[in-house]
Nanobody, 122 residues
């Protein structure tokens, strides 16, 4: 199995930027599709972005297109989520998830991290 650890969250003003990291250990990282989800207080967990095993395919939920960028560095076993032009509505706990087969926006990923908190002040 693979273990995922998120980092990079924090408090930022609206319009600012953060870069989240999802570090993987265990099985071969390049065998896994990776996604980011987020969960705001009293809301369900929603899909944010995903990147496939090779890194050549990515997609995003509409609300973050043009502001967030997902990427992966296989040498470092890490996936990043660069978040620019942050808005108060981006405030949430952010989770990365991994799966060897599934590559989509549903919660069907086999492995999940513990999350990192992002707070955007207005």
């Amino acid at each position: 199995q693979v273990q995922l650890v998120e980092s990079g969250g924090g408090l930022v003003q609206a319009g600012g930027s953060l870069r989240l990291s999802c570090a993987a250990s265990g099985r071969t990282f390049s065998n896994y599709n990776i996604a980011w989800f987020r969960q705001a207080p009293e809301k369900g967990r929603e899909f944010v972005a995903a990147i496939n095993r090779s890194g050549r395919s990515t997609y995003y939920t509409d609300s973050v297109k043009g502001r967030f960028t997902i990427s992966r560095d296989s040498a470092k076993n890490t996936v990043y989520l660069q978040m620019n032009s942050l808005k108060p509505e981006d405030t949430a706990d952010y989770y990365c998830a991994a799966d060897r087969v599934y590559y989509g926006l549903n919660h069907e990923y086999d492995y999940w991290g513990q999350g990192t908190q992002v707070t955007v002040s207005s």
